[in-house]
Each structure stands twice: as C-alpha cells, then as structure tokens.
C-alpha cells in the first residue's frame, strides 16, 4: 500500500524559508507527478506545484516565484522549499502522488505549519 | 490562474440526489476531460472520489457520479447517506499544464 508522510518544522519566522519533506512508501517514484498542496485553516484547497519523475516541475503562477520542488528518488523522497513566507502561508501542506491525467489517489495526512515570530 | 467556482453548500435529506456544480473556463474545465472531484471531513486529508469527468477510483461507491457539460462540471450523489456529510472539492488541469481547484463546497445532510 503506497504510503506518504510529510515531515519539517511546525513553525516558520515571517521572512524564512519553508521546507518540508515527503517520504513515499510501498510504490515506486516512476510514472507520477509527486505534487504539494495546501489548506490554509478554515479555507479551501491550493494546489502548489508539481514535479515529474523525470525532474520537470510546474508552479502555481501566483507562487512561482517564491517555490522549489524537488525530488530524491535516491531516498524514495520529494521536498517543498517556499521561500520568504507571511502569515498568509500558514496552512496544511499535503503531499500526493498524482496519476497523470487524473488526480490525487494517495495523501499525507498533512502537516500544520504556522508562520510566527 | 482563478479558483472553479461551486456553490458555497449544499444540502439534502438522507435517500435524496444532491448535485453540485464546478464553473471553470474553456481554458481549464471546458477544454480538458481532465475533471476530478475531492471528499474532505474535517480534520481528515482529501480523498479522490472522481477522475478524468466520470470515473471511479476502486472502492468509491457507485452512488457518486460525475458529469460535464461545456465549462461546468458536476458531481452527484445518489441515495444520499450520512457519512457523504463533507466538503467537496473540484480540480482541473488548466492550459498553462497546472492543476486549480474549487473554492469547496459544504454538504449537509439533513
């Protein structure tokens, strides 16, 4: 059974950079868009970004510029790095394995991260 | 890129059908058959309910279907129940090769 689990700081200074891990189980990396979305509290779904097996990624326009994504098949792990957040970046960040084409079959459990000083 | 557009709830009664819709433009909902719909209770990650328009990922019951028509999108729940008690969410894959979602819908079964 594929398996994802999120891992990083629960809480980030305004300013910083953001930077979490997902560590996949029980599936191979190939074949998947390995994708980053967000759910601020109280709020709706965000998607982030995306990175292929081969290493090509895509952004959300509106945080292109501040997102990287990467992937270590080496470690069977894919990691967020967002940089220069606001408390407008406090959220649930989930990890997913996204089957080309159609969607999101396997979640994290997601991980709170709050941006405080 | 903006948000697809669902109506901010809806309800039924439990047996009832409830429909909610997915607005988008002919450059995300209207122009991809690549349309998929969400499950989320509350404190729980989302769960894949519809894929690609219309179909079923093994285990999800076949009481949920899903349908488009030009730039919306629709999922629709049959028999309703009181487990379906949930927000739901919409996703498209968009021209520019990125993925949006809905702004959410709250189902309430009554």
């Known amino acids: 059974q594929v398996q994802l689990q999120e891992s990083g700081p629960g809480l980030v200074e305004p300013s910083e950079t953001l930077s979490l891990s997902c560590t996949v189980s029980?599936?191979?990396?190939?074949?998947?868009?390995w994708t980053w979305i967000r759910q601020p509290p109280g709020k709706g779904l965000e998607w982030i970004g995306h990175?292929?097996?081969?290493?090509?990624?895509k952004y959300n326009p509106s945080l292109k510029s501040r997102v990287t994504i990467s992937l270590d098949t080496s470690k069977n792990q894919f990691s967020l790095k967002l940089s220069s957040v606001t408390t407008a970046d406090t959220a649930v960040y989930y990890c997913?394995?996204?089957?080309?084409?159609?969607?999101?079959?396997?979640w994290g459990q997601g991980t709170l991260v709050t941006v405080s000083s | 890129q903006s948000a697809l557009t669902q109506p901010a709830s809806v309800s039924g009664s439990p047996g009832q059908s409830i429909t909610i819709s997915c607005t988008g433009t002919?450059?995300?909902?209207?122009?991809?058959?690549?349309v998929s719909w969400y499950q989320q209770h509350p404190g729980k990650a989302p769960k894949l309910m519809i894929y690609?328009?219309?179909n079923r990922p093994s285990g999800v019951s076949n009481r949920f279907s899903g349908s488009k028509s030009g730039n919306t999108a629709s999922l629709t729940i049959s028999g309703l129940q009181a487990e379906d008690e949930a927000d739901y969410y919409c996703?498209?894959?968009?021209?520019?090769?990125?993925?949006?979602f809905g702004g959410g819908t709250k189902l309430t079964v009554l």
């Open positions: 997913t394995r996204h089957t080309v084409g159609q969607g999101s079959h396997y």
């Open positions: 029980g599936g191979s990396i190939s074949g998947y868009y």
């Open positions: 990175i292929y097996d081969t290493g090509t990624t």
């Open positions: 002919s450059s995300d909902v209207g122009g991809y058959n690549s």
């Open positions: 690609e328009v219309s």
């Open positions: 996703s498209s894959y968009t021209g520019i090769s990125t993925w949006v």
